[in-house]
């Protein structure tokens, strides 16, 4: 088994991963490594399409994938070390990680580790609604992945459930693959976006808004035929042959659970200090692991941040 070290080892490649380790290049902290198990770096606005990324860190309007280019290409030429198609398994300690890849097995330390995992949304399995299992259901990232990245055939009328602003983002990436939204249902009262972005959607791609609403079953066998819905006490069918479940965000704690990190219990995510660092250890964590949800600019204007104490400890 091969075994490295690192000043700085940074657990998943998204913007709010990258934006850590160029602002530690930027600290004069040599040796920093991130490890990425998908293929490409950058995260999910790899393929999150539409433009509206880096307002807030770059001052700039961009595309997703163009977004996630950004901070690719900036921390290679600030020369950070990034290791695709590389999975952290678990712990050898609380300084070293336990990965693997195609080039097989790797343990590496660090003086400070930096969890960038980030959140997934809730599939469908994890909500626990009845009906069988045809085809036709996805989430955001799944069907962003299907559609811009696969080019694969998708559908051609949907129902979304959740009014998050990633369910919106939902909306225009099904418009891309010839899809037309037919409903958007939420449990709660009103959405969770910015507050003009129902309204201009809505006008905009011709959708029925359906709050207070509850998914009782998916119906279809093969294929999705439609959904079963409930509203003020009353039952209807809305018909469909594709459900995208978007939101409802889980974050991918996994490593801090092996490690038997404490755990907030109404977000899942560890508890950490003011200064993102997991307490009594040298493990900080950046970005969407800790939740509620953030935009991406957000966390990376963050992960920055919690950079620059870490380099400051170790310098």
Not at 196 to 225: C, H, N, W
Request: with cysteine; net charge positive; charged share 25%.
């Amino acid at each position: 088994m091969k075994r490295s070290q690192v000043d700085v080892l940074i657990i998943g490649a998204g913007p709010a991963g990258l934006a850590a380790a160029i602002e530690l290049k930027k600290c004069g902290i040599k040796e920093v490594r991130v490890v990425e198990r998908e293929k490409n770096a950058g995260g999910v606005p790899r393929h999150s399409y539409h433009p509206g990324y880096g307002l807030r860190d770059l001052k700039r309007f961009l595309s997703g994938p163009a977004y996630a280019q950004y901070y690719v290409s900036q921390a290679k030429k600030a020369g950070v070390e990034i290791s695709t198609s590389t999975t952290a398994t678990d712990w050898a300690d609380k300084q070293t990680i336990k990965l693997t890849s195609p080039n097989g097995l790797e343990q590496v330390g660090a003086k400070a580790i930096i969890l960038a995992t980030g959140a997934r949304e809730r599939g469908r399995s994890a909500r626990v609604i009845a009906g069988k299992r045809p085809a036709g259901i996805y989430t955001t990232g799944s069907l962003q992945q299907a559609s811009y990245l696969e080019d694969l055939y998708i559908g051609k009328s949907a129902v979304i459930v959740g009014a998050e602003h990633v369910s919106f983002s939902a909306v225009m990436t099904l418009k891309h693959a010839g899809v037309k939204t037919v409903a958007m249902i939420c449990d709660k009262q009103k959405h969770q976006t910015v507050i003009f972005v129902p309204t201009i959607m809505k006008l905009l791609y011709r959708f029925k808004f359906l709050s207070a609403t509850k998914i009782i079953e998916i119906q279809g066998d093969v294929r999705v035929t439609g959904v079963k819905i409930e509203k003020n006490g009353k039952e209807s069918i809305i018909k469909a042959d594709t459900i995208i479940f978007t939101g409802d965000w889980i974050p991918d704690h996994e490593l801090a659970r092996r490690a038997g990190f404490a755990i907030d219990e109404s977000y899942k995510s560890p508890i950490i200090n003011n200064d993102g660092q997991i307490p009594n250890t040298s493990i900080y964590t950046v970005g969407n692991l800790i939740l509620p949800i953030k935009g991406a600019d957000k966390c990376a204007i963050d992960a920055r941040k919690v950079a620059r104490k870490i380099a400051k400890k170790i310098k």
